[in-house]
């Protein structure tokens, strides 16, 4: 508790404002059950730490099972918000994750099938700039975390809310972005539920 009061001061201290204002509750929030704006304006990255804390605990009982306990900190570490989001990335869009091994392989075959719209466009989605996000996060020099993530946090959010299904399932694939924009024509009727 004292340290997290300490930590609360320093960040108060270097942020200002921002600081107060990220914490506090007001009269312009969101109602209940809203999205939150992708990224709050925060000097430092204190604002979008804890943004992208936030969002990454709703991922706890899925893909973060591991950072469950965790994520329910009020006052993470940048490294740990760094660490989840990796791990998550690595489950959702790394080789063999989600999109680049589940939905090709096990849902539309395309192992004998390649040549089908829906596989072309995931062959042909640029998974490597994602690939290359966790790997300049893995190489993050300690101390640099919450400049990194004030750097690349509305990338990160992006990624959120394009790739990353609210659960592992045929249902959660149709929610993302990315299927109603790339795959949702191409695979029309034929996906449903019942595939899996």
């Given amino acids: 508790m004292g340290l997290n009061l300490v930590r609360s001061f320093a960040l108060a201290a270097i942020l200002g404002g921002s600081f107060t204002a990220a914490c506090s509750k007001s009269e312009s929030a969101p109602p209940a059950g809203a ?3 992708a990224m709050a304006a925060g000097v430092g990255g204190g604002s979008n730490t804890l943004g992208l804390w936030k969002r990454l605990g709703n991922y706890g009982d899925e893909y973060l099972r591991a950072w469950k306990s965790s994520l329910a900190d009020p006052d993470p570490a940048p490294r740990d918000v760094l660490d989840a989001f990796n ?3 690595y489950a959702v869009t790394g080789p063999r994750g989600f999109w680049r091994d589940t939905v090709p392989n096990k849902w539309l075959g395309c192992a004998s099938d390649a040549g089908a719209p829906a596989c072309k466009t995931l062959t042909a989605n640029d998974w490597a700039s994602w690939d290359k996000l966790q790997e300049e996060i893995g190489n993050v020099p300690s101390g640099q975390e919450a400049a990194f993530i004030a750097k690349n946090g509305k990338r990160m959010m992006a990624y959120l809310d394009t790739y990353v299904p ?3 399932s045929m249902s959660g694939m149709k929610q993302t972005a990315f299927f109603k924009a790339e795959l ?3 695979m029309g009727a034929t996906a ?3 595939d899996l």
């Fill in 35 to 37: 999205e939150e704006p």
């Fill in 87 to 89: 791990e998550l990335a």
């Fill in 166 to 168: 609210e659960a592992p």
């Fill in 184 to 186: 949702a024509e191409k």
């Fill in 192 to 194: 449903s539920d019942d």
